[in-house]
């Protein structure tokens, strides 16, 4: 009877497939979705945000529509450190507020239907994001280093089943 060894690349290649599922998969789902219409009603807004930030408003903090705090844009990232967290959208009110009486021209931007991330005139107030694996906030510090954990997780398995086999 022969006995065919699994080869390195198949074994590594559904290690790789299964680590990217189970590590995205909460990434894609950490999507907010009620946030922009927290900002429309919460701020009463005329432009409602999905206008503003086409196709439904998560660009105003963001710079994907896939979002998450890795990818926060400079007014994300003010309303993170005054308290936005995911799936609260008691903490966006809490953080818009902050905002509000910190800087009422950023607020007036969205009023007005206008980009505060642009707004040269909040100048020192709006904070410049971090990106990548340097960026840290809430659950996901690390998350770089996750992947790497991952691969060589899928590389260890790969290296068991050789020898098994």
């Known amino acids: 009877m022969t006995h065919r060894r699994p080869r390195l690349s198949a074994l590594l290649g559904s290690g ?7 590590l995205l998969s909460p990434r894609l789902a950490g999507a907010t979705p009620d946030f922009p219409q927290v900002l429309d009603s919460d701020l009463s807004l ?8 086409p196709p ?18 400079a007014f994300g990232t003010l309303a993170h450190q005054y308290g ?12 818009l507020t902050a905002v509000q009486g910190a800087n009422p021209k950023l607020i007036d931007d969205l009023k007005a239907g206008k ?48 020898k098994v086999a």
């Not at 005329?46 to 930030?53: D, N, Y």
């Not at 660009?59 to 890795?70: A, D, I, M, R, S």
């Not at 936005?84 to 953080?95: I, T």
């Open 84 to 95: 936005a967290s995911s799936y609260n959208p008691n903490s966006l009110k809490a953080a």
């Open 16 to 22: 790789v497939v299964a680590a990217v599922l189970v």
């Open 115 to 162: 980009d505060p991330n642009q707004d040269s005139s909040a100048g020192s107030t709006l904070p410049s994001p971090g990106y990548g694996c340097s960026a840290t906030g809430g659950g996901a510090e690390g998350a770089c280093f996750e992947w790497i954990f991952a691969l060589a997780a899928a590389g260890a398995l790969a290296r068991r089943r050789q």
């Open 56 to 73: 439904d408003g998560c660009l105003l903090c963001h710079t994907t529509e896939v979002g998450g705090k890795q990818s926060l844009k």
């Open 46 to 53: 005329t432009a409602k945000i999905e206008t503003t930030f």
